[in-house]
């Protein structure tokens, strides 16, 4: 039994004891009326008068949460509940049609070959209810005559026949009663759903997976090693593109030169443009009451309404995906949008990402490093002793006039420490001194106050609440305009139930910008530092060599995308609009140890020209930082991995997909899938909820699929109400899964069950052997898929069996 479920699910003072109670007592009172009542009822009148009541009354059931006689093919299952996906299938049997169980005094578990032993109707009844929940993935199953229970795991997915298990059997209601609590936490709506059935019959132990190719290599995943010249690439790469181009001194050249505007659509973007003019629209609960979203710029540049909600008194805030660029808006904005404004106002950088790394207190951070920012950037010492005497002068001028005046003469020096102390109790209170401090450099200097508050989406969603509320009171109170980036699903988490419920901000949002144009921007600067068109300080005879390595490697690489579309497709959809991850690729593949770019460059100075095939690109990308694929580092998702003993189970993130692919295609609901029908028909092919559950997370973490509000999944309080693939999930969809460089990869870290195919995965090096072994599991696959093969699952892996087979001899020919 899961430990603390039966306190959780009737436990004295637990969530729902007074149902418990109401519930026993419910129970009760059908025995009472069922002893003066037996007859011998046909199937329908056992149902209404018995199991309707045994459920709906005694079990806490509502009937909103069933379906009667839900058709599957040509069959009907009497009683389907849902909480809200599938989860329980009752199977009726007429009263009188009484069945040989085992009664024991204690003892309600029994093994169900003993129970079908000698009991033919029995055995058809828990026959039936097992292929029905099988049929539909539902896991459990119960059979029921009224005042019998036989209760099972009816879908395993553990790999063991469901009637080679065991059941909890109650053999009457009076049984029943005395065992209320076994039956409550079994069969009552709260027990199934936190499913302790499944934890007693089964317990905690999952039938252990077979063995992956990865367990047998003993240095798995590894590190690639990298030669000298792939060192010096690497950090190369780095400096270049990266720091030395986002240096003090280059900035405003940078931002002028690589700043792209958001919002355009890339061509090699596999989702439609539908989709993406509607992305940040669906990822707000329409239900929900929330503030107007504004697209940050428009054709002509800054939106005006970000000038005019300037002059509220509330935190402006500025809603972006990861990596899309806020801080690069922001820099942009001060330097070359309105570079006018900001030179006559006191600006205020606040970093809640590298500068506050170590920060425990924020409300203490704040304070003091804006505290250093003036001392550093304006010269305004804050606790300098004339500076503090002009920003208190008319309070100090008051104080010379009030009850200590006459000590001025009397005795001077008790006067001055008096006063002194007055000083020291306004300076006391950083955040009041610095609003004054603030109030007196705006008036004298006649300069705004702005203060952006960067980066807090870096943070927990406890310090991003902190740093709202703070942007809230600054605003408030300050005399300055304050700005705060803030990540889409914050913004809506914070709007329902945090800090963002009690006021009504005005959020503007950055789309992506092309990310297309944003490499090949970042590529051209980045030339002119390493042709030094923009000199590189101290750059010595070797370091100039390694520059003109890296300076055809840039150069190649943008020949490459402009000939190469599915290189340039790679990049868009991998990254999929974060313009980070985006250059991670490109500066991934440089210094990459899985590509030979000495081999590149020697190649280009002797033929004047290199084409980046995708192969050589995506293995920089799979592979990283390790010798062999490893899923958690990796951008790239291994979709064919499993996580319970069902080799189906290979296909159901593809078929998931698929779905969503469908879905999108259609364009009903801005691309989204509502959960409960993603559910239904994912248990219509026989998968079991928690299998779902799993692959809908892992296809969350890997962002491969996305939620409405980016809300995270959560099987127990509720899984999100909405799904839609991305670009990354279609792309592993439609192009990778069909990819040799991909399979050869991933399949190490695939568990292979047994085959009739004579698969013997190997650690192999050569070409050629790597071709035969990717062959050899594609054909595994194409067993597996077999029970689906006839079936519309959104995805059809023997159209993809055959490009993958294509693509295999395709390589082979230029080997």
């Not at 970093?351 to 920060?359: E, I, R």
Request: aromatic residues 10%.
């Amino acid at each position: 039994m899961q430990p603390g479920i039966a306190d959780d699910c009737c436990g004295e003072g637990g969530p729902v004891s007074g149902e418990y109670e109401d519930c026993r007592g419910s129970l009760a009172k059908l025995i009472e009326w069922y002893t003066t009542r037996k007859a011998q009822r046909n199937e329908a009148t056992t149902r209404l008068q018995l199991i309707d009541r045994l459920f709906f009354e005694c079990l806490g059931w509502s009937k909103d949460d069933v379906i009667l006689e839900e058709p599957y093919g040509q069959e009907f299952a009497d009683y389907t509940f849902s909480s809200p996906r599938r989860i329980l299938i009752v199977e009726a049997k007429r009263e009188g049609q009484y069945f040989e169980l085992p009664v024991g005094k204690e003892r309600i578990e029994y093994s169900i070959q003993s129970l079908m032993r000698d009991n033919a109707s029995l055995k058809a009844a828990l026959e039936q209810v097992t292929g029905y929940c099988q049929s539909r993935g539902v896991p459990f199953g119960v059979v029921c005559n009224g005042d019998q229970i036989v209760a099972l795991i009816a879908a395993r997915s553990d790999g063991l026949p469901p009637l080679d298990g065991k059941a909890l059997v109650f053999p009457s209601l009076d049984f029943a009663l005395s065992h209320f609590q076994e039956l409550w936490n079994a069969l009552s709506k709260p027990g199934i759903e936190k499913k302790y059935l499944y934890f007693t019959l089964i317990g905690d132990v999952r039938r252990e997976l077979p063995q992956k190719l990865s367990s047998t290599i003993s240095r798995y995943p590894g590190t690639k090693s990298r030669n000298i010249f792939q060192t010096n690439l690497q950090i190369l790469s780095e400096l270049v593109i990266e720091d030395i181009a986002r240096s003090s001194d280059l900035e405003t050249l940078f931002l002028k030169e690589c700043y792209c505007l958001s919002g355009a659509l890339s061509q090699h973007s596999l989702i439609s443009k539908y989709i993406l003019q509607t992305r940040y629209a669906a990822l707000f609960d329409s239900s929900a009451p929330g503030p107007l979203t504004i697209p940050l710029t428009d054709k002509k540049g800054i939106s005006p309404e970000l000038i005019a909600e300037s002059l509220s008194r509330r935190p402006i805030l500025l809603i972006g995906d990861r990596g899309v660029g806020k801080t690069t808006f922001v820099n942009h904005l001060i330097r070359i949008d309105a570079p006018e404004v900001f030179q006559d106002a006191v600006t205020l950088y606040i970093d809640f990402g590298s500068q506050a790394a170590l920060a425990l207190n924020l409300r203490e951070f704040v304070p003091q490093e804006i505290i250093r920012q003036l001392r550093d950037s304006y010269q305004v010492d804050v606790e300098e002793r004339n500076f503090v005497r002009g920003v208190y002068n008319l309070e100090i001028e008051r104080f010379n006039k009030g009850i200590y005046s006459d000590l001025k003469e009397t005795t001077p020096a008790l006067f001055r420490e008096k006063e002194v102390n007055f000083i020291e109790q306004k300076i006391s209170n950083i955040t009041e001194h610095l609003k004054e401090c603030l109030q007196h450099i705006s008036k004298g200097r006649r300069k705004q106050i702005v203060v952006f508050l960067d980066n807090a989406d870096q943070r927990s969603d406890k310090d991003q609440e902190e740093v709202f509320l703070m942007s809230q009171e600054l605003a408030q109170h300050w005399p300055a305009t304050i700005f705060v980036a803030l990540r889409p699903e914050t913004f809506h988490r914070s709007r329902q139930v945090g800090a963002l419920s009690g006021y009504h901000p005005k959020a503007f949002t950055i789309s992506p910008p092309r990310v297309d144009l944003v490499i090949e921007k970042r590529l051209q600067f980045a030339l002119k530092l390493t042709s030094g068109e923009i000199p590189i300080q101290s750059t010595g005879q070797g370091i100039k060599i390694q520059l003109s390595s890296l300076d055809i490697i840039i150069r190649v690489m943008l020949d490459s995308l402009r000939r190469n579309s599915d290189l340039a497709e790679s990049i868009d959809n991998i990254s999929s609009g974060n313009v980070r991850l985006a250059l991670d690729l490109i500066k991934g593949f440089f210094g990459s140890g899985h590509v030979d770019t000495e081999k590149i460059v020697k190649i280009y100075e002797d033929q004047g020209n290199y084409f980046i095939p995708l192969h050589e690109f995506l293995r920089a990308v799979i592979f990283g930082d390790a010798e062999y694929f490893d899923p958690d580092p990796s951008p790239i998702v291994n979709l064919f991995d499993v996580y319970y003993h069902d080799s189906k189970e290979h296909f159901l993130l593809p078929v998931l997909l698929g779905m969503l692919n469908a879905t999108m295609a259609s364009r009903i609901n801005e691309g989204f899938l509502d959960t409960n029908i993603a559910y239904e028909q994912l248990q219509g092919l026989g998968f079991a909820p928690e299998q779902i559950d799993f692959a809908i997370n892992r296809g969350c973490k890997k962002n491969i699929i996305e939620t409405i509000a980016r809300k995270l999944p959560d099987p127990i309080h509720g899984m999100p109400p909405a799904l839609r693939v991305t670009s990354v999930g279609l792309y592993h969809l439609n192009r990778l899964c069909s990819n040799f460089v991909y399979i050869d990869a991933i399949l190490i870290d695939v568990p292979i069950f047994e085959s009739l195919c004579n698969l013997q995965l190997r650690d192999v090096q050569d070409i050629h052997s790597r071709l035969d072994r990717a062959d050899s599991f594609r054909k595994y696959l194409d067993e597996k898929w077999e029970p689906l093969k006839n079936i519309w699952t959104g995805f059809n892996w023997s159209a993809a069996s055959v490009d993958l087979a294509k693509h295999i001899e395709f390589v082979r020919t230029r080997v």
